[in-house]
């Protein structure tokens, strides 16, 4: 059973700066890529960004790219999402997810595993 734990959300003026935690469990993650995803009220959920766990291959949203940065950390079967410049348009539930994949995927059902999301919230 893999378990993805979020941290890190929180609320910051526009132009600041938050860094996402999520701690994976349960499972050797060599053969699987995490991705980050998110939910504005009222929105379905969008991808974010990825990165393959064995070469660190990333990708991002267009809407994200130059202001976000996903990184692993094999030690700490951590996964992290750098966001600076954030925007109140960044605001919303932050999801961080697994997927038994070779390379980048971007689409939710492609994922297999899910955490319970962390709050950001942006203020203008």
């Known amino acids: 059973q893999v378990q993805l734990v979020e941290s890190g959300g929180g609320l910051v003026q526009a132009g600041g700066s938050l860094r996402l935690s999520c701690a994976a469990s349960?499972?050797?993650?060599?053969?699987?890529?995490m991705g980050w995803f998110r939910q504005a009220p009222g929105t379905e959920r969008e991808f974010v960004a990825a990165?393959?766990?064995?070469?660190?291959?990333?990708y991002y949203a267009d809407s994200v790219k130059g202001r976000f940065t996903i990184s692993r950390d094999y030690a700490k079967n951590t996964v992290y999402l750098q966001m600076n410049s954030l925007k109140p348009e960044d605001k919303a539930v932050y999801y961080c997810?697994?997927?038994?994949?070779?390379?980048?995927?971007?689409?939710?059902?492609?994922?297999?595993?899910w955490g319970q999301g962390t709050q950001v919230t942006v203020s203008s």
């Open positions: 349960g499972r050797t993650f060599s053969r699987y890529v």
């Open positions: 990165i393959t766990w064995s070469g660190g291959n990333t």
């Open positions: 997810a697994c997927a038994a994949a070779f390379k980048v995927v971007v689409t939710t059902t492609e994922y297999d595993y």
